[in-house]
């Protein structure tokens, strides 16, 4: 639209849209608000809205996934929680927390150093996707109990893994963010679900995704009403085994050319290896990322999941300063 376009020929454009039995979704920004049009368009209805009062063009988005593009939204989508904003310009979010919760004392005590340190968000499986059927799956919803309460005790805002179609209402009631994990990042119904909740995802990359599927994942939430969705690169799988994924670190900048969506990191579950975390994390946020998510348990050789792959408290504070000095130092560019 027209800078200054005005509500009436916005609302025009929408019945006229909707005439049509077509859906309209309205990215409403300082500079210009962008009308995206949905559905099976018939080759007049270019020329059919470019006639329409208010109209600056008419921008047929060619590629597969659409609400979740610059071309429909250049400027960049920031998530806020609580004081925190992810996204933008902002300051890289640093999410931090067990793997898996195993106890009250294990959470308690990691959300206070998390909180300590000044990161910004705590995560924390409750119902874990384990590859093996025997290995610890997590508490469920005493786990999310757990989490929701060290959560309030230390106001820090809370990320947990959604699994199923039917726990994500339960799921919501107790945290702040969901995740949608690699292994379920193609499960549609899942998506779809996340599309109707009120409250961020926190999409991981499928280990074997393209950009497009990745995009197109997150264009089930967005499509089914849900703005708040987060992507996380959290590696891929390659020829290499010497790590246990490959981080596509130029998932980074690409991700953000596309996409007006925040894009954030997890160095933990790509490396599978604790000395990893901190150079990976430090590149991450020196290559753009909006933030990263990483695994810090009390006594990671005891831990109950992704053992290797978690810090100390006493190595996670020292990246958090190493993370900070990059920051300073990005922000002086
Ligand atoms: C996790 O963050 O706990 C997790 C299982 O991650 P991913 O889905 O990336 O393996
Ligand atoms: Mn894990």
């Not at 020329?47 to 060619?62: K, N, Q």
């Amino acid at each position: 639209m027209k800078h200054n376009s005005g509500s009436e020929a916005i609302e025009k454009i929408q019945s006229h849209i909707l005439g049509h039995g077509l859906q309209y979704h309205v990215s409403q920004g300082e500079e210009r608000t962008v009308i995206g049009i949905v559905g099976q368009i018939f080759p007049e209805l270019k020329e059919e809205i470019e006639r329409l009062p208010g109209v600056l063009e008419v921008v047929l988005i060619s590629k597969s996934y659409k609400l979740s593009t610059r071309e429909f939204k250049p400027q960049d989508t920031t998530i806020t929680i609580g004081d925190t904003v992810i996204g933008g310009k902002n300051n890289p979010v640093i999410i931090a927390g067990p793997c898996a919760i195993e106890s009250e004392k294990q959470v308690m005590d990691t959300a206070a150093i998390v909180k300590e340190s000044g990161s910004h968000i705590l995560r924390g499986g409750a119902f874990k996707p384990r590859t093996s059927p025997y290995s610890f799956r997590g508490m469920g919803v005493q786990g999310l109990k757990l989490l929701a309460k060290a959560g309030e005790t230390y106001d820090i805002p809370t990320v947990t893994e959604v699994m199923a179609v039917e726990d994500i209402g339960m799921v919501a009631s107790y945290a702040d963010i969901l995740q949608i994990g690699t292994r379920s990042a193609q499960n549609f119904n899942l998506l779809d679900a996340a599309g109707k909740i009120n409250k961020p995802i926190l999409l991981k990359r499928g280990f074997s995704s393209t950009y497009e599927e990745w995009l197109l994942a997150a264009e089930y939430i967005l499509s089914g009403g849900n703005e708040q969705v987060i992507l996380c690169e959290r590696g891929i799988r390659t020829f290499e085994t010497g790590t246990r994924f490959t981080l596509d670190i130029t998932a980074i900048p690409v991700i953000k050319k596309l996409s007006h969506l925040p894009v954030i990191t997890d160095p933990s579950h790509s490396t599978g290896s604790w000395e990893l975390v901190p150079p990976i994390s430090l590149a991450s946020i020196a290559a753009g990322a909006h933030g990263i998510i990483v695994d810090v348990h009390p006594n990671p050789s005891e831990a109950k999941c992704d053992a290797a792959q978690a810090l100390t408290f006493k190595r996670f504070k020292a990246m958090v300063k190493e993370i900070n000095i990059v920051t300073a130092a990005l922000n002086k560019i």
